[in-house]
């Protein structure tokens, strides 16, 4: 993959992920504690609702990570070269996802 069209993709992908974080911060709010107004499953609901707002955030802001490294190795000229071995990473990995750090053989351990 060209760096300068993985920069475009990871770009976009960085600027679409801030967009849902911050439409998505009501979600994460803490939960009302007055049992009696919303009642105790609705509670519930609104806990576990939460609770994958949260995730769903933790998720985000790790790809942002990704995005980030992805782009300093862009800078670097590193980009499509995996951080472990130094092989070259396949133009189809990179194709899905071109935050990818590695090869395929190191990610798989």
């Known amino acids: 993959m060209d760096p300068d069209d993985a920069r475009e993709r990871l770009r976009a992908r960085s600027a679409a992920l801030v967009a849902e974080t911050n439409g998505g911060r009501g979600a994460t709010a803490t939960v009302a504690l007055d049992q009696q107004a919303v009642g105790r499953l609705s509670r519930m609901d609104a806990l576990q609702q939460q609770a994958m707002a949260q995730a769903a955030q933790r998720n985000r802001a790790a790809e942002l990570g990704r995005i980030d490294a992805a782009l300093a190795r862009i800078a670097a000229n590193a ?10 990473i396949a133009a189809a990995r990179l194709d899905r996802d071109p935050s990818a750090p590695k090869c395929l053989s190191c990610a798989r351990g």
């Open 79 to 88: 980009f499509g070269y995996c951080v472990d071995c130094g092989d070259e």
